[in-house]
């Protein structure tokens, strides 16, 4: 259905060439001048390296990432796995602007890639900037993820400042989109002595979300929340993903619509049905029914794969039971092996990376 992922190797290869062949496009940082070339692509061409500052009203070279919104004071990022990309040349510390932390938790972890080396920064509640790398001078490609869960830490990305030039962002070769609740925030999954630590052990890329977005070098959009469900929440009635699926955020005042045509993904993860539990058998069928359309009718053609069982499998048939009744092609049930040994009862990192492993398969088989 979708091409073959690159290897590693050739798709680096591609993208030190893209780099060469569009450095004469570099922005953010002036027009090519002085001696200075790129040590990775061998190209002859030369950057100026100038100071930048970047409102987020100019980061047309910027790849915003996860489902975010821009506003008119910068970007919101508030589900986890949101962030931004930078492909460039830079020298030097490269900073970000912040306003507006929201959340229950006095900081966020901050998981920042420079050419495939990952780091942890912190960015504490009320904090103005941050710094995000210091590199030496050339081509550099630089990741940003906030790990934490919408309702943990949430944040205005309102500038950034560097030294040096961007080019313009590459496009992912695949995109997942992840729904579910606290197993793919990753509740509980940094712990293997069965305590629970806020927000240290809330991290979506210690979650089989993350890793799985990782490992197969793909885009993702994550929508979860903790505790929330199809037919009811764990402790409220009303805490449900569906009413909110089509809105950017549940704690978006204007309620924006979220604009499906900015995140096209090549597959859609669903992990809902653990905080279901207990629920009137006939109306998480129907409602899970109806969110399945709703999915579809969203996505058009995009493959499903529904996981479930990792922290019990009640629902099991129930979940199964929807599928068929949904008429829908394309909608895959993988069954998950449980696993409450982590915080608060949920899955420890192993077991993540278990279900990690599984998904990966079941993905390669639908994009090959």
Known sequence: MKKQLFPRSIKRLLTLILAAATLAGCSGGGNPSGSESSPQSGSTGAVQYEKTVLSHTDFDNVAIRGRSL??????????????????????????????????????????????????????????????????????????VRKGAEITAF????????????????AEPELRIEFI????TNGVG?????GTLRYPHGVNCLSAYSGMTAGRLGAEANIIALSGWGISKGSSSPTEIIPPIYGKYSP????????????????????????????????KFRTESVAFLKQLREKNPGVPIIWIYGM??????????????????????????PANCAGGDRHPTEKAQEEYADKLIKEINRIIK
């Open 311 to 336: 922290m019990g499998s009640t629902l099991s048939g129930e979940v199964k039971q929807a599928i068929a009744d949904s008429g829908l092609d394309g909608i895959k049930y993988v069954k998950m």
């Open 154 to 169: 949430r944040f205005t990305l309102t500038g950034l400042s560097f030294t040096g030039c961007l080019l313009e962002p």
């Open 189 to 193: 999954a940094t712990t293997e002595d």
């Open 70 to 143: 821009h506003t008119e004071k910068g970007y919101r990022l508030e589900w986890p796995y949101s962030g931004f990309t930078l492909r460039g040349y830079f020298d030097g510390s490269i900073s970000i602007q912040v306003a507006d932390a929201q959340g229950y938790a006095d900081n966020a972890s901050l998981t920042v890639t420079v050419d495939g080396n990952a780091e942890q920064k912190t960015l504490l509640k009320g904090a103005k900037s941050l710094v995000i790398a210091d590199v030496g001078k050339g081509y550099h490609e630089i990741s």
């Open 251 to 282: 704690f978006d005042e204007s309620g924006a619509e979220w604009d499906f045509s900015s995140f096209r993904p090549d597959v859609i993860v669903l992990a809902l049905g653990t905080n279901d539990g207990g629920a009137d058998p006939e």
């Open 180 to 183: 579910g609740d606290s197993i």
